[in-house]
């Protein structure tokens, strides 16, 4: 999964980039360097949304846990006063 997040989040950046030039009517590859940039933070906004999915998946089944047990207790323990 790591793999496939880093050529996404490289090929979002490096699509944005030439989305932009292109827009301005400049070369595609005009400045190289901005080429590299935008990769580079395409490559960490993709892994950081993939760890903040993974995250908020894990926390997401902690609350149902906590809900299911509460609900547990609520209907089935007050059968047995």
């Not at 360097?33 to 999915?53: I, R, S, T």
């Not at 997401?60 to 299911?68: F, G, N, P, V, W």
């Amino acid at each position: 999964m790591p793999a496939s997040a880093t050529v996404i989040g490289a090929l979002l950046g490096l699509g944005t980039q030439m989305y932009s030039n292109a827009l301005r009517k400049l070369p595609y590859m005009r400045h190289p360097w901005e080429h590299v940039l935008g990769m580079g933070l395409g490559v960490v906004f993709v892994n950081q949304l993939v760890k903040w999915d993974a995250k908020l998946a894990e926390d997401l089944d902690k609350m149902l846990e906590k809900a299911k047990a509460a609900n547990e207790r609520r209907y089935f323990e007050e059968d047995e006063d």
